[in-house]
C-alpha cells in the first residue's frame, strides 16, 4: 500500500489574491517531487504553505509526516554575525548524537566547524544549511533550490546524497530547483507550475525512459499553464 506523505487537492495559494488555483498532487515515501516554474511564478509561496508558513485560501492539504526538514533558498549573512558553524548546528534539535556526527561527515563539514559562519562561501553555506534540514532525520524535506551556489561537484553529489536519503530512511524530498540533473537522473515526480520549453525534453526523455518502470516518472500540470510542458497523452 502507497505511504503518501503529501496529499494536496483542490489547493489554492497566494496572499490578499490568489497566486496559484486548483493544484493537486501527491508525494509518497521513496520519492522525489521537483517543483519547476519561473521566478515569480509561486514556488516558494507553494512551499511555504505546505510548511504552514504560509495561509491556504482554498483546498485541502494532508501531510502524514511527523518529522519535517527546511533548507530555505540561499540568503546573504551578516559579516557581523558571531557565530560558528558548530554554534549554528548547536541550535537544532537532533536525532541523536551518532546521527549528527554522520550528517557532518557525509557533508564534509568537519574542517568547517570552527569557521565564522560569515567566513562561509555560498556552497559552503549551503552544505551547512543542509545539515540543518536534516537534523531531525526527517520524514520530509522541503528544499528551496538547494544547489545554489554550489559547484558541479557538489550539485550531483548532494542530488546523490539525498536520493540516497529517501530510499535508506523511506523519506521523501519536495524540492524547487532548475537543475536539469535533479530532473533527468533523481526524481520521480515533476510539478510544472509553467510552461518552461528548456525542460521539455528532459521531461519527455524521462516518460520514455520510465514508461516500464514499476515506478513511472509522473508530471502534473498546473491547469492555468497556457501551454502544457509535455505530450498531453503523456501527462497524468
Not at 512551499?47 to 546573504?76: E, N, V, Y
Not at 546521527?99 to 556552497?123: C, M, R
Not at 522541503?142 to 530512511?169: A, C, I
Request: charged content about 20%; hydrophobic content about 40%.
Amino acid at each position: 500500500m502507497t505511504h503518501y506523505l503529501i496529499q494536496v487537492q483542490a489547493l489554492t495559494i497566494g496572499y490578499k489574491s490568489a497566486l496559484l488555483k486548483n493544484l493537486h498532487f501527491s508525494l509518497a515515501s521513496g520519492e522525489v517531487l521537483v517543483i519547476l516554474g519561473a521566478n515569480g511564478v509561486g514556488k516558494s509561496t507553494l512551499l511555504h504553505t505546505l510548511l504552514g508558513l504560509q495561509a491556504q485560501i482554498t483546498g485541502a492539504i494532508h501531510i502524514s509526516a511527523k518529522r519535517r526538514g527546511f533548507m530555505p533558498q540561499l540568503r546573504p549573512l551578516s559579516r557581523h554575525l558571531p557565530m560558528t558553524t558548530a554554534d549554528f548546528l548547536r541550535i537544532f534539535d537532533w536525532y541523536s548524537p551518532s546521527w549528527k556526527k554522520k550528517i557532518i561527515f557525509d557533508l564534509e563539514l568537519d574542517p568547517l566547524l570552527e569557521t565564522s559562519v560569515a567566513q562561509l562561501s555560498q556552497g559552503m553555506w549551503q552544505r551547512v544549511n543542509l545539515a540543518q534540514a536534516l537534523s531531525s532525520q526527517p520524514d520530509l524535506l522541503f528544499l528551496d533550490e538547494p544547489t545554489q551556489g554550489l559547484d558541479v561537484r557538489w550539485q550531483d553529489k548532494m542530488y546523490h546524497y539525498l536520493s540516497t536519503y529517501v530510499n535508506d530512511f523511506k523519506s521523501a524530498v519536495c524540492c524547487i530547483s532548475h537543475d536539469s540533473v535533479v530532473i533527468s537522473t533523481y526524481a520521480n515526480k515533476a510539478l510544472c507550475l509553467d510552461h518552461q520549453p528548456l525542460h521539455d525534453e528532459i521531461l519527455e526523455k524521462r516518460i520514455l525512459q520510465d514508461e516500464h518502470s514499476s515506478r513511472p516518472f509522473q508530471i502534473y500540470i498546473h491547469e492555468h499553464m497556457q501551454k502544457n510542458c509535455c505530450k498531453p497523452s503523456e501527462i497524468l
